[in-house]
């Protein structure tokens, strides 16, 4: 099995140099982020029995394939291991409807309507509406749904001290067992913006200024994590109510502007905005992503960001996917991006049809066992970065900001 890793390995780095992408230098990183993601994941989904023939024939599929198709193929190949996932959690937490609670063993949880959170004040919504009903689960904590998916799967994640030699570094977020490479290793948790929404992320347009937990997809959505913190004790009803209500005086907002936020365009007049609520699993013990830390000097990632675009539909999954959609879904607007701005557009919208969340994951670049998580922060070089950061491939953080 290390023999064949070692081909894809090889293969990543070839291909990478490869003339077919696009020499656009954000279009060529994302490219090339998809291809090694069609190598990792694919080499993953063969499992431990793959013969030498399947890794051959994946590679030259790497080489020839469309990054449209590698892409839709690094999608069923996260779909599948998420699938996976969220049947183990169902095993551990969902009680057996065929057994009666033993005496004196509690209930799970019960129906409960949530109360109305300084989010849905802050937006002006009332919380007077019907809330789902939260299904029944095991009284289980947080450390054992985290021990019982290790025994299912192999790993699970822990928070502890990191090992980066910087005071800035704080926790850090760590395997615990072992896991392959291409393994799904952490779910990126939080509130989701498209870009029609950047406007009401708390602290906009210096949202950088108050949140370091903020992660943007390279088509422009933002995901914060600050509101998921670490996670919780319960299934429960979540609308992201932890955001802090912060509204600054926007007028006073572009001087130092980055170059990211100068892509936030004006608030779209006359929208409606809402944020969802969903039941979610707030025991997931892999929704801690936003704990990875950048590897200091002389270190390596052994992760890496993978856009995932989780489909609505599957309404067994939902409630693993800790995610939650800022603004209005019916009201979905079509943004589209010119230069560093994006625009409203009129245009119909291509593609499935299936609504989907715009989620990001973070995937195994080699197997992991018993270490902490390591995540190429790949910081802008046009802002003034950070004394711990020291750039892992100065080339791909120009690639990512231009």
């Given amino acids: 099995m290390a023999f064949l890793f070692n081909k894809f390995q090889e293969a990543v780095k070839v291909l990478a140099r490869s003339p077919t992408f696009a020499r656009d230098p954000r279009q060529l990183q994302f490219e090339v982020d998809i291809n090694r993601l069609f190598l990792y994941t694919s080499y993953n989904r063969l499992g431990r029995n793959a013969e030498e023939a399947d890794a051959e024939e994946i590679i030259e599929m790497a080489s020839k394939a469309s990054v449209a ?25 969902n009680p057996d409807t065929n057994k009666r609670n033993e005496p004196g063993e509690p209930l799970g949880q019960s129906d409960t309507a949530p109360c109305q959170s300084g989010l849905s004040l802050a937006v002006g919504k009332s919380s007077r509406t019907v809330s789902p009903a939260i299904p029944e689960t095991r009284p289980l904590n947080g450390a054992e749904v985290s021990w ?31 896991a392959d490479v291409g393994t799904v290793i952490a779910l990126y948790p939080g509130v989701i913006y498209s870009p029609a929404y950047y406007s009401h992320i708390p602290g906009y347009p210096r949202v950088d200024a108050h949140n370091t937990h903020l992660i943007t997809r390279y088509d422009g959505t933002v995901i914060d994590s600050q509101p998921w913190g670490s996670g919780g004790e ?15 005086d926007v007028q006073s907002s572009e001087k130092g502007s980055g170059l990211f936020w100068k892509m936030l365009s004006k608030p779209v007049e006359g929208m409606q905005v809402s944020c969802s609520s969903e039941v979610l699993e707030r ?9 990875a830390n950048h590897p200091a000097k002389g270190m390596a990632p052994n992760v890496m960001i993978c856009p995932y675009d989780f ?6 999954m939902r409630t693993y996917i800790p995610n939650i959609l800022f603004g209005n879904s019916k009201e979905e607007m079509n943004m589209r991006r010119f230069g560093s701005f994006w625009y409203r557009s009129k245009a119909k919208k291509s593609g499935s049809d299936v609504p989907v969340l715009k989620a990001l994951v973070l995937v195994a670049t ?17 802002k003034r970065q950070p004394e711990w950061y020291t750039p892992v491939d100065e080339e791909e953080d120009r690639s990512k900001w231009s």
């Avoid at 319960?234 to 600054?248: F, M, Q």
């Avoid at 025991?283 to 704990?291: I, K, Q, V």
């Avoid at 080699?366 to 046009?382: F, G, I, T």
């Fill in 69 to 93: 198709d590698q892409q839709k193929q690094v999608q069923e190949n996260i779909h599948y291991q998420i699938g996976n996932f969220c049947t183990a959690m169902d095993e551990i937490l």
């Fill in 148 to 178: 019982r998916l290790k025994d299912q799967s192999g790993y699970t994640l822990g928070l502890k001290e990191s090992q980066i030699p910087h005071k800035e570094a704080g926790q850090g977020l760590f395997v615990d067992g072992e």
């Fill in 234 to 248: 319960a299934r429960e009803l979540w609308n992201g109510s932890l955001v802090p209500e912060i509204r600054p």
């Fill in 283 to 291: 025991r997931n013990p892999l929704a801690l992503a936003h704990f």
């Fill in 311 to 316: 489909p609505l539909t599957e309404k067994d």
């Fill in 366 to 382: 080699r197997a992991l066992c018993d270490e902490e998580v390591l995540l190429n922060y790949r910081l802008s070089n046009s």
